[in-house]
């Protein structure tokens, strides 16, 4: 099913001035969309936190969202999409989050296995071409060397906002133009938890039985531990499909 998703043509209306935040899946893009959307709520005055339920109310999701999205809050003014897309013209504002790919990978292989909807091993998945790491190499070379330089792009580090959450995240909103207060990003920060969310995770699951029945009970898109053998060959191969686009990316931190 989540293949299928990915794949979904998702031409409908877009304007300009619309924001995307683009990843390849699993790269933290649920953090990110519940912590801008937790700032949004604070600069429109609503006492409204972000959770697993209402979390589309103002992040669109182009796979699951597909009609047209209309806005409904006069701050930032512009709507803001969700996208696990390869490189689109269509998007003007592109805020790129990427992740180390083995990691990005385990996750993405956890969800997966979680999900019921891949059974073979780690080794075999990494190197799938719609989930592995040639999977992640396209995606990326994608967005670096196909996309205009009139498309303005931000490219956001996942392990740089784990390390150090408050002053990417403020120099993100800044590049944006927001004039947001400290105070308010932090507050944002801290709804944003890991166990606020994944505490948001265990109500859903416990009021909607489907997740019982139709996903593994060992399976959380929140801090998943499930445990995954790595061989030393699957990181060499990882490093060495992966190397020259992580240099590349590596030199925006510079």
Known sequence: MLKKLLKLNCDYARND???????????????????????????????????????????CDVHTQKQVFKRKLNFPGYQIYKSHEHFRPTYKKIIYLWRDPKQCLLSYY??????????????????????????????????????????????????ALKDNCLPVITDLVSNLGWNVKEDIIQSAIDKSSMRNMSDHEAQRFANDPRWSVRVSNKYRFVGNKMSVEISKSDEIFIGEKSNVLLEVLAKHEV
């Not at 390849?24 to 959307?37: A, E, H, R, Y």
């Not at 989930?131 to 992640?136: E, H, L, M, V």
Request: hydrophobic share 40%; charged share 20%; glycine share 6%.
């Open 110 to 159: 956890r969800m997966l296995v979680g999900l019921r909807e891949y059974s073979g091993t780690f080794s075999d998945f990494v190197r799938h071409p719609d989930y592995g790491i040639d999977a992640w190499c396209s995606h990326v070379d994608s967005w670096i060397y196909k996309s205009s330089l009139q498309q303005r792009m931000i490219f956001i580090e996942y392990q």
């Open 17 to 59: 001035d619309d924001l995307y935040i683009v990843e390849f899946p699993k790269s933290g893009v649920t953090w990110l969309t519940n912590i801008l959307s937790n700032v949004i709520y604070a600069e429109n005055g609503l006492n409204i936190e972000t959770n697993f339920f209402n979390v589309g109310d103002i992040i």
